[in-house]
């Protein structure tokens, strides 16, 4: 064998084995938390790595109904789905006129939002909760959702602003003069090209607002208000914690982004790699 072709088999070989280790690296900790979900909290610490003696569904059966997580799954889901819809309509339809339209007002305004991309949320998390208790708006999910359109809106503009400078004019100028106005142009030619990109700017909303805590820790109390994130510390307690419970709520809350992922994942792996071309 030729040592060159050797070489290159065996760099392959290599690359194949470290890849496989991060993977499982990775996989490991959701296996293992699916694994001892279905465990009692006491067979968690009489046998914590090893496979459960008698497979159970007792803690997702608690989890979903004893521990309102139906209800926690229902207001993120509301605030999910609102969030993402709003950053998707309004942040391409923003991310279209500033990148077509040449006009002084239209491009501060682009500025203005690319600011925000700058500003953490801890920095102004205590001017929020001011406003949240001036306004009465406190353990209100509405007021939670403009916080997370506002704060997912500039990075949604940023980045589909920034992909949709890529297409050429002329793809413009000529729907123009087949009597296309911009805002058919916008409906009916640049959204279904910019599928890609517009797919992954959604499932990056989906993942920051499904996961979010701290906001919600600050202006959410109503226990019929909470999200997700913010239930699971439901079954932490002073004493005590009910770890099967924990797990199975984990193992609940992850998997919509799963299924989200594995539904899209073409479009978001294609939206990435333009977006790398492209830019």
Known sequence: ??????????????????????????????????????????????????????????????????????????????????????????????????ARFDQRLIKAVGGYLALGMMIPIQAILIPIVRMAVSWGASNQLWFL?????????????????????????ELEEAAIVDGCGPWRFFWWILVPVSRPIIVTMGIISFISTWNELMVAMVLIS??????????????????????????????????PTLVLYLAFQESVEKGLSEGAVKG
């Open 145 to 169: 959702l403009c916080v997370y359109i506002a704060g997912g809106l500039p990075s949604t503009v940023f980045i589909v602003s920034a992909y949709l400078r890529t297409f050429p004019g």
């Open 1 to 98: 064998m030729d040592s060159a072709v050797f070489w290159r088999k065996a760099r392959r070989a290599a690359l194949l084995v470290v890849m496989a280790v991060v993977g499982l690296t990775f996989l490991y900790p959701l296996v293992y938390t699916l694994i001892t979900s279905t465990k009692s909290n006491q067979e968690i610490f009489t046998n914590p790595f090893g496979m459960p003696q008698v497979w159970s569904l007792a803690s997702y059966v608690k989890a979903w109904t004893d521990m309102n997580l139906q209800r926690y799954f229902l207001n993120s889901v509301v605030l999910t789905v609102g969030a993402m819809a709003f950053h998707l309509l309004f942040g391409t339809m923003a991310a279209y006129a500033i």
């Open 222 to 255: 109503d226990n019929n208000l909470k999200t997700l994130p913010l239930g699971l510390l439901n079954f932490t307690g002073a004493y005590s914690t009910d770890y099967a419970g924990l797990c199975a709520a984990v193992i609940i809350t992850i998997i």
